[in-house]
């Protein structure tokens, strides 16, 4: 009975050195690219917009090849912002020339008016001035929330597609309990990101521009009081969601890493004390292993945040470059007297203004989370 146990440990150790040689050959070897394709990492670059496509494609950007992110240079981001700002940045200059076209055109057409003694003319001059800046100045506008809130609804379906993939390379990189946190979430944020931009988002800016043209049209109705207080409110959700996203990540994020890190080295102790003749060559391997992964979340976690920047990215300058405009146009307005068109101008930049704010958090919460997470992972490295 005594030499059957003892071949049995034989042939158990045997196996166990086996799996540890072969393990340990596994991670010596570059594989990032056969683990990014078992857990799907490859995959994600199908789902991307086409600025981020083109420019991860132009940059030889891949969440398979950590080098490939780390080739990224300041100069490589500054001349892509100054690309996109060049084009992005003509329509609303153009339509700044426009706008004080008919800021002098009004100010020309009040002056003659007063100096006819037609105080009635003057108003009317001045009603024209506004609705002329209307149509010249509304369908930007829209157009330009339309392409926020269709990035909005791309940038959501991506995250769904990102999440659990991410969150699945960081758990088997030893962080269960922080991917765990993240998945659920990441997806909540990218759930209520596709519901902001299909229910909130264009109905409430749409409402908005409409009190605002109102507002200008005939200053007697005046619901710039209504338009304020639905900014200050929305603001204050912003704010509050970020607040109460980012402490309930942070913690949990915390708690996790130490309950990875515990786990791991729990895990590592019983391996190296109990496993006959190899243990310790089974708790190396194990870790060369979980540092490989390590490094495949770190790259696909900087490349999910590469990707979301660059999708957000042209709908934030444009809305930037036109509320710039709208706020130019104010400053003219005010400059030539007419009141009512610097009020219009005003509430656009605050219609625009809070589409700016949305798609900001967006991005925001995205990276901070994937960030945290990121970070979370690095006290189980060394562990």
Known sequence: MKKIIKAIRVLIAAMILICAVSGNVSAEEPL???????????????GLSYDAGSFLEENGISPDDPDSITKITPKTVLSYLYEKLCHTAAAPIRLFGMILAAVML???AGAAADSMGK?????LYRTITVLSAVIITVPS???????????LTSGSE?????????AGVAASAGNAASALSYNAVVLIIAEAAARIASDVFMPVLSLCMAMNIIDAVNPSFSLSSVTGLMKKLTALLLGFGMTIFTGLLSIQSIVGASADTLGVKAAKFMVSNFVPVVGSAVADAYSTMRSGLGLLR???????????????????LETACLYLAMTAGEAAAEMFGIKELGAFFRGAASVLSLGLAVLACFGVMFVI?????????LGTVNA
């Open 119 to 123: 105080s009635g003319s003057t108003e």
């Open 158 to 166: 991506f995250m769904l597609c990102y999440v659990p993939v991410f």
């Open 106 to 108: 009004g100010a020309a």
């Open 298 to 316: 770190g790259a696909a976690g900087a490349f999910g945040i590469i990707a979301l920047c660059i999708t957000l990215l042209p709908p934030i």
């Open 141 to 151: 506008i829209g157009s330009c929330l339309e392409n926020a809130a269709e990035t």
């Open 32 to 46: 990032l690219g056969e683990l990014a394709e078992e857990y799907g990492i490859s995959g994600l670059s199908d």
């Open 369 to 377: 989370s994937t960030v945290i997470l990121m970070a979370a992972g």
